[in-house]
């Protein structure tokens, strides 16, 4: 633990402290305030990072230009539906998933993606850079088309990025604590019914029956969890294991780790099994795209499979949702030769 | 399926339980609402009274709400010895119409965030729009809305809503007072709530439009 508290005082917020004993105290408490919310406790050789929050930008010995663009940046990832109709055509906002403005360990930080890439990619099988992987959220989570890489908007999301990540070595060593949606142990046996059954009861007060979430004028206060207005088949979301590990750990809003395992999963099963627009690596067969995406991806959703209710076939169709096009131009292999 | 009986009580076809009644009418709501006039007032603006029992603003809330709202007390599901006898008073048919009447009014403004300090609104504004989560309070416009004017028949407007009701019932919920929420859903953040957060927060919504200007 020594070690784990001596790494995180040399990152983030912490900077800011006088000396490693107020560092540690801080950086325990805010341990201790996960584990009090069902959160497992770091391993020991795991980097815990606290990422500075806005009221700590106000305060950064930062150009206050580069202070306003990450406002911007954080602007736009609370808020991303200011790009509706140009860059996303859903209902989605960037913290719709990542919570706590991207900050939330367990809910998929932001933060990692900064200091860890550019690296390999398996979904896309080449080196991405911190742009790419931004540009891939839009691409399938906002059923979109990226901001240009080196655009305004992609500076000012990557700053904030960025900002999240500050203090923290590059290409870390250890294991990252809270990244991602960790998975709990999945069940043996996963139920339609229990999960239909489980989401009426905990999730459709806010996100509807029929998983339409909601709106109030042109903002989203719910996020629609299928449907037109949802994330695409391509998205990472899709997956049963990562919905799983979603929803255990954030939903319902407001209590983390309420739900039993045995329930996120179905609920995550529940909800790979209804439809949302055409993956935009779809090659108009789903049997093809399948076969495509099915090693490095698919075989861990409902994709291309008959739904046990009804036998539909999941992802047969060419349904792009609210977009005109399938697949955004700057999605494309790279070779680097 | 259940949120068809919502629709229609919505739409004021239909009770909550699904049985047919007449249609919810604004108008005949006006003249039931005399019994609720003496606290929520005749322009359904209701009272900020500090360190007493503060009467909500009703004008402009979601009828759907109100609705809910007093079958609840009628069922005990939520509790309030002010609202008791009154409530009481009210058939199906009355429930529909004061609620109908209520959502008709135009809104007014909250009271009760005079003289707050500078520190005490920002730390408001913070919880109410971007939430604190270092413990876990997500934000009061995560489920409320944008600018906090309400969502849905569910989650009701509470910016402009006067600061000793918000108050109130935060510290009932936190008590675990006032649990007919959905789902613990306010409970939960409630709990994880000081008294000055609670302040805060409250004062802040006070001094917020009601409605979109």
């Keep these: 633990m020594i070690r784990t508290l001596s790494y995180a005082a040399l990152s983030g917020t912490l900077l800011f402290s006088v000396n490693a004993t ?34 700590d930008l106000e305060n950064a010995k930062l150009h206050p230009e580069l202070k306003r663009v990450i406002r911007k940046g954080y602007d736009l990832f609370t808020n991303t539906q200011q790009l ?74 990557s700053a904030y990025h960025q ?82 590990g979603f929803i255990k750990n954030n939903m319902p809003l407001g209590q983390p780790n309420s739900l039993s395992d045995q329930e996120s999963w179905d609920i995550a099963y529940y909800m790979s099994n209804q ?28 994709y291309g499979q008959a739904r046990e209710t009804d036998g539909h076939v999941l992802g047969d169709h060419s349904n792009t949702g609210e977009k005109s096009f399938l697949k955004p131009d700057t999605i494309r292999p790279r070779t680097f030769e | 399926m259940k949120k068809i009986p919502i629709l229609l009580a919505a739409l004021g076809l239909a009770s909550y339980s699904g049985l047919a009644f007449a249609e919810a009418d604004a108008e005949r709501g006006a003249a039931t609402a005399a019994i609720c006039m003496a606290c929520h007032q005749a322009d359904g603006s209701g009272m900020n009274i500090a360190g007493g029992e503060s009467w909500p603003r009703l004008a402009g809330l979601d009828a759907a709400y109100i609705s809910r709202q007093l079958h609840d007390y009628k069922s005990g599901a939520r509790s309030n010895a ?24 135009p809104a007014t403004q909250g009271k009760g965030s005079e003289g707050a300090d500078e520190a005490t609104l920002k730390r408001g504004q913070q919880l109410a729009e971007r939430g604190d989560w270092s413990d876990y309070i997500v934000s009061c416009k995560s489920c409320h809305g944008p600018d906090n004017q309400g969502a849905g028949d569910v989650f009701p407007g509470i910016s402009g809503q006067h600061a000793g009701y918000i108050k ?25 709530m000081s008294e000055d957060d609670i302040h805060a927060v409250a004062v802040w919504l006070a001094s917020q439009n009601s409605v979109a200007k």
Excluded at chain 1, 35 to 43: I, N, W
Excluded at chain 1, 294 to 301: D, I, P, Q, T
């Design chain 1, 275 to 302: 439809e949302r627009p055409q993956d935009p690596r779809y090659t108009g067969d789903v049997k093809e795209t399948l076969k495509n995406t099915e090693a490095r991806f698919h075989k861990h959703s409902m």
């Design chain 1, 84 to 157: 509706r109709g140009e860059n996303v055509f859903n209902n989605m906002n960037c913290s719709s998933c990542h919570l706590g403005e991207g900050r939330m360990p367990f809910s998929a930080p932001v933060w990692p993606a900064a200091v860890t890439l550019p690296n390999f990619r398996g979904k896309n099988d080449h080196v991405n850079n911190l742009e790419e992987r931004i540009a891939g959220c839009f691409t399938y989570s906002m059923n979109g088309k990226p901001p240009e890489y080196g655009s305004d908007n992609m500076l000012a999301m």
């Design chain 1, 163 to 244: 900002w999240l990540a500050k203090g923290v070595a590059m290409y870390p060593e250890q294991p990252i604590y809270g990244r991602g949606f960790p998975a709990p142990d999945r069940p043996e046996e996963l139920s339609y019914a229990r999960g239909e059954a489980a989401f009426e009861e905990k999730c459709s007060v806010c996100h509807g029956s029929d998983g339409e979430g909601l709106r109030v004028g042109d903002q989203t206060v719910f996020p629609a969890t299928w449907g037109d207005m949802s994330n695409n088949w391509g998205a990472g979301i899709v997956r049963i294991f990562t919905a799983a």
């Design chain 2, 168 to 192: 109130a019932q935060l510290q009932a919920w936190k008590a675990g007072a006032r649990k007919n929420d959905t789902q613990d859903l306010m409970g939960s953040i409630a709990r994880r």
């Design chain 2, 82 to 105: 002010s609202m008791m006898p009154f409530v009481n008073m009210l058939n199906e048919q009355q429930i529909q119409d004061v609620a109908a009447y209520y959502a008709s009014l």
């Design chain 1, 22 to 55: 107020a560092s540690d105290a801080t950086t325990q408490q805010y341990i201790d305030t996960l584990t009090e919310l069902g959160y497992p406790a770091p391993k020991d050789d795991e980097l815990v990072h606290i990422p500075p929050t806005m009221e």
